[in-house]
């Protein structure tokens, strides 16, 4: 407030010394014409649009981020269908010119939002995902599970309450329920095969050590997941953010998000307007994510 008041100081000073006096006459007509419209140049709303374009895209690249749930890997905590408001800062490395700011590193528990540690081949391209999913693992943290029951330092983690138990695929089953004393055998599009090889210098006694500086992930859905057990650690620097709340849910096939070409997602398009108020999940609404 001291330099709000000083600058309105300053302000009205200049503005009383360069002003000209103004003498009304009271028996003159005062003009009655109305005050002339003034038009915006093409440059001002050019610069306006351009304003609003910086604001919107700082946001979301420094502060907040919207993502959507794909797959039902995080069921029922997360929904096919779910759209996330994201934290970009709190889990941002700290910087000086953002002092206020509260900074953390990831917890045990947290729902995170994540850069894929491994590739996939989308379309006949190979990018990274972004993911999200509960981490299970920090550094220096001892894990393995045991009749699908993950352990944590010797103590059973706590199955979330809102988690799905889907029918594991039956090849699988053993794995997902073991591991790591049943090792992930490399398989395409699933578990690469340095991460097969690689993961066996971090067991010992039976458990998997998470080395510094890398985090284990796990869908809460855990027989439907693909997740750390297949593919391995995700890098502390592959922390996206932390959803807040879900802003926006819609009842949504698995897959759709996958489908590909024009016509599907205009066909999609018209489907969210004319079921957009039947097929909104309302209780979901500004539901916050824990």
Known sequence: MLFLNKGLYILTTSYRMNRKETVIDPETPADSSSPKHVEETPFEAIASICSVLVVGLFILTFIGQNFVIPSGSMENTLLVGDHLLVDRINMAPPAKWMPLVHYREPKRGDILVFI????????????????????????????????????????????????????????????????????????????????????????????????????????????????????????????????????????????????????????????????FIPDTRWSRTFKRIH
């Open 116 to 275: 894929k540690p491994v590739m996939d081949e989308i379309n006949g391209e190979y990018q990274y995902l972004y993911l999200v999913k509960r981490c299970i693992g920090v550094p220096g943290d001892h894990l393995h599970l045991h009749d699908g029951t993950v352990y944590v330092n010797g103590k059973a983690y706590p199955t979330p309450p809102t988690a799905k138990d889907t029918p594991a695929i039956p090849e699988d089953q053993v794995f997902l329920d073991e591991f790591p004393a049943i090792p992930p055998q490399p398989r395409p599009g699933a578990t690469p095969e340095a991460w097969a090889i690689e993961f066996q210098h971090d067991v010992h006694d039976g458990d998997l050590v998470i080395p510094p500086g890398r985090y284990f992930m796990m869908g809460d859905n855990r027989h439907n997941s693909l997740d750390s057990r297949y593919w391995g650690f995700v890098p502390r620097e592959n922390i996206v953010g932390r959803p807040l709340f879900n802003y926006w849910s819609f009842e949504t096939p698995e897959g759709q998000y996958d489908q590909t070409g024009i016509g599907n997602k205009l066909a999609w398009m018209a489907h969210v307007v004319i079921r």
